[in-house]
T-cell receptor, first 115, second 109 residues
Framework: NAGVTQTPKFRILKIGQSMTLQCTQDMNHNYMYWYRQDPGMGLKLIYY???????DKGEVPNGYNVSRSTTEDFPLRLELAAPSQTSVYFC??????????????FGPGTRLTVL | GQNIDQPTEMTATEGAIVQINCTYQ??????LFWYQQHAGEAPTFLSYNVLDGLEEKGRFSSFLSRSKGYSYLLLKELQMKDSASYLC??????????WGAGTKLIIKP
């Protein structure tokens, strides 16, 4: 099992550009999450999904969009990149059978800089 | 509001014991997680407590007091590889994780 994989690992964007951060998991987890982590700060939840076709906003969704067409993939779309979106982005997944999420497993992260 | 507090940084000596404290205020509570994060890497799971008391797992132990909104992570026989940030996260009533900013642990020889 590869676990949770993310691409790219690093990216520099210009203000106003768009991009998609890819996330794939091969553990058959139903829950998937996108977080951002700014220096010296805790992880902030951007969006999450409890299964294919279902997505919900987290704490900081503005400027981002997601989709979940399959169990394995959960891409994060940035439209009109802004310097405030410079951060490290982590994708995570977990398994839940009764609405209570289990331990989250994280991908290696994408380091994004917007100039 | 929801809040997790933990010290920003701690220093300890190789071979010693260190306790990292975490206090939480959340709307509802469904358990507390500790994760380890080495610099430039992803967080990895260390422990989960939902009932009061101590959970021991090798050199690492985690304690929870629900009535006090308090947890700690205890690391024994410290090794240089334990130098990392330790993240405390509480699961709220909506089963969302509320994360602390992390405690950077520096181990000195």
């Amino acid at each position: 099992n590869a676990g949770v994989t993310q691409t790219p690992k690093f990216r520099i964007l210009k203000i106003g550009q768009s991009m998609t951060l890819q996330c794939t998991q091969d553990m058959n987890h139903n829950y998937m999450y996108w977080y951002r982590q700014d220096p010296g700060m805790g992880l902030k939840l951007i969006y999450y999904s409890v299964g294919a076709g279902i997505t919900d906003k987290g704490e900081v969704p503005n400027g981002y969009n997601v989709s979940r067409s399959t169990t394995e993939d959960f891409p994060l779309r940035l439209e009109l990149a802004a310097p405030s979106q410079t951060s490290v982005y982590f994708c995570a997944s977990s398994y839940s059978t009764s609405g209570r999420p289990d331990t989250q497993y994280f991908g290696p992260g994408t380091r994004l800089t917007v100039l | 509001g929801q809040n997790i507090d933990q010290p920003t940084e701690m220093t300890a000596t190789e071979g010693a014991i260190v306790q990292i404290n975490c206090t939480y205020q959340t709307s509802g509570f469904n358990g507390l997680f500790w994760y380890q994060q080495h610099a430039g890497e992803a967080p990895t799971f260390l422990s989960y407590n939902v009932l009061d008391g101590l959970e021991e797992k090798g050199r690492f132990s985690s304690f929870l007091s629900r009535s006090k909104g308090y947890s700690y992570l205890l690391l024994k026989e410290l090794q240089m590889k334990d130098s990392a940030s330790y993240l405390c996260a509480a699961l709220d009533s909506n089963y969302q994780l509320i994360w602390g900013a992390g405690t950077k642990l520096i181990i000195k020889p």
